[in-house]
């Protein structure tokens, strides 16, 4: 079995729309012939005039269901769903492939998906609102807050969210895998989690490099446990999820997943075989990626999170100073990423991938959602594409922007 990967690999960043000329009703149909609801949103501000981004007309469209649907058949992914918005440039809203490989359901974009890693943001917004509130420090160090952290009298909260602290991945630690293969229904607690982190001491010394590291996140999942007093589903859903105006996600306690959502499928299991992954408890993933939604809540949850709406301009400044991952291009911030401009995060863990971006230049949004994590020539379905729509809609901005390379411990 290869190590599970609710991480943001680095095949993802680092080494990892005047008048709507294409109607999504006209051009949201799925890959069987049905259109795809989409629900009403927020007025878009004024268009930006720098031709970043690509008028979506039916021409336009025509290539992008070409685009996804080779992808969609090299990579063997089951099924996936794409919208794009940009204010007067259009919209494009449309599924392919099958929600259910065993009734073939048809993939359309109002089924939830369990989102990974995009979790990290809804996370991390929690941890900067207590900052905007004096109730916690960027700088102060964990050891502050919980006790037991190795190097935690210098690890700072900062560190943390930006990916900075040394600290092993719990996730990639051999004993957890076999513990997680074995019974995939297990409920794990963020202490648990922990110490299949700790036990491999520090990889480096706090902010001398970056490692993405689920470690981290469970940490600030508990910084904002014992600041609030409440749980952290309950802080996430109150605090970030109500006021952003998300109706469709869910932070789940345990392995509920409200329907309509699609089912996933994944080859990380005890067999090898790709099994169907989507009663699996996600409870390993906790403030790192439990988190469910589906493609119109991240349409708007990308918006938010790349402006700062929940935030002080000042907090959401902080979180937006990216660090170099490596890549020419690429940056790591606050529980954020920006890839060749496209700022917002990505997410896997068995069954699912999302891609959840928004282009600041021409106020457009991606989101891609899809029902399998299966890597194809060593890449996340997700992040081809990605990179298949941003080389027709944003050819200065294609996201990843460089060749990715095989992710550490796959």
């Given at each position: 079995?290869?190590?599970?990967?609710?991480?943001?690999?680095?095949?993802?960043?680092?080494?990892?729309?005047?008048?709507?000329?294409?109607?999504?009703?006209?051009?949201?149909?799925?890959?069987?012939?049905?259109?795809?609801?989409?629900?009403?949103?927020?007025?878009?501000?004024?268009?930006?005039?720098?031709?970043?981004?690509?008028?979506?007309?039916?021409?336009?469209?025509?290539?992008?269901?070409?685009?996804?649907?080779?992808?969609?058949?090299?990579?063997?992914?089951?099924?996936?769903?794409?919208?794009?918005?940009?204010?007067?440039?259009?919209?494009?809203?449309?599924?392919?492939?099958?929600?259910?490989?065993?009734?073939?359901?048809?993939?359309?974009?109002?089924?939830?998906?369990?989102?990974?890693?995009?979790?990290?943001?809804?996370?991390?917004?929690?941890?900067?609102?207590?900052?905007?509130?004096?109730?916690?420090?960027?700088?102060?160090?964990?050891?502050?807050?919980?006790?037991?952290?190795?190097?935690?009298?210098?690890?700072?909260?900062?560190?943390?969210?930006?990916?900075?602290?040394?600290?092993?991945?719990?996730?990639?630690?051999?004993?957890?895998?076999?513990?997680?293969?074995?019974?995939?229904?297990?409920?794990?607690?963020?202490?648990?989690?922990?110490?299949?982190?700790?036990?491999?001491?520090?990889?480096?010394?706090?902010?001398?490099?970056?490692?993405?590291?689920?470690t981290n996140l469970v940490l600030l999942g508990l910084v904002i446990e014992k600041v609030t007093g409440r749980p952290l589903h309950d802080v996430v859903m109150r605090d970030v999820v109500a006021p952003a105006g998300l109706h469709h996600t869910l932070f789940p306690t345990g392995a509920e997943f409200p329907e309509p959502h699609a089912q996933g499928y994944t080859e990380q299991t005890a067999s090898g075989k790709i099994e169907n992954s989507t009663d699996w408890d996600p409870s390993w993933a906790w403030a790192a990626g439990a988190m469910i939604s589906d493609l119109q809540d991240l349409r708007s949850w990308a918006h938010t999170l790349a402006?700062?709406?929940?935030?002080?301009?000042?907090?959401?400044?902080?979180?937006?100073?990216?660090?170099?991952?490596?890549?020419?291009?690429?940056?790591?911030?606050?529980?954020?990423?920006?890839?060749?401009?496209?700022?917002?995060?990505?997410?896997?863990?068995?069954?699912?991938?999302?891609?959840?971006?928004?282009?600041?230049?021409?106020?457009?949004?991606?989101?891609?959602?899809?029902?399998?994590?299966?890597?194809?020539?060593?890449?996340?379905?997700?992040?081809?594409?990605?990179?298949?729509?941003?080389?027709?809609?944003?050819?200065?901005?294609?996201?990843?922007?460089?060749?990715?390379?095989?992710?550490?411990?796959?």
């Open positions: 079995m290869k190590p599970y990967r609710i991480r943001l690999r680095r095949a993802c960043v680092a080494a990892a729309t005047a008048g709507l000329l294409i109607a999504p009703a006209a051009a949201a149909g799925s890959a069987h012939g049905a259109n795809d609801p989409a629900r009403s949103a927020p007025a878009a501000p004024s268009p930006s005039p720098d031709g970043t981004f690509a008028q979506l007309t039916p021409a336009v469209a025509a290539k992008l269901d070409a685009a996804v649907r080779q992808v969609l058949r090299d990579a063997q992914v089951p099924g996936v769903a794409v919208g794009l918005w940009a204010p007067g440039k259009g919209s494009y809203v449309k599924s392919f492939g099958v929600a259910d490989k065993a009734t073939g359901a048809p993939m359309t974009s109002g089924l939830r998906v369990r989102i990974g890693s995009e979790t990290k943001t809804f996370t991390v917004t929690a941890l900067l609102e207590l900052v905007d509130q004096h109730r916690a420090g960027l700088d102060d160090p964990i050891g502050k807050y919980v006790t037991g952290v190795p190097n935690g009298n210098r690890i700072t909260l900062r560190e943390l969210a930006g990916m900075r602290s040394g600290l092993f991945n719990y996730s990639e630690d051999p004993d957890f895998a076999k513990a997680l293969e074995t019974t995939p229904d297990k409920h794990f607690t963020p202490q648990e989690l922990l110490a299949y982190g700790f036990k491999h001491g520090v990889q480096f010394q706090p902010d001398a490099q970056f490692d993405y590291s689920n402006t700062g709406t929940l935030l002080t301009p000042a907090t959401q400044a902080e979180r937006l100073k990216t660090r170099p991952i490596g890549v020419p291009g690429d940056g790591y911030g606050l529980g954020i990423f920006d890839v060749q401009g496209w700022i917002g995060h990505n997410g896997s863990l068995p069954g699912y991938e999302v891609l959840c971006v928004y282009l600041p230049q021409a106020r457009a949004t991606m989101v891609i959602v899809l029902n399998t994590d299966v890597l194809h020539d060593g890449q996340e379905p997700s992040t081809l594409f990605g990179e298949a729509v941003t080389r027709i809609v944003s050819p200065q901005h294609v996201y990843p922007g460089h060749k990715p390379s095989a992710p550490k411990g796959s």
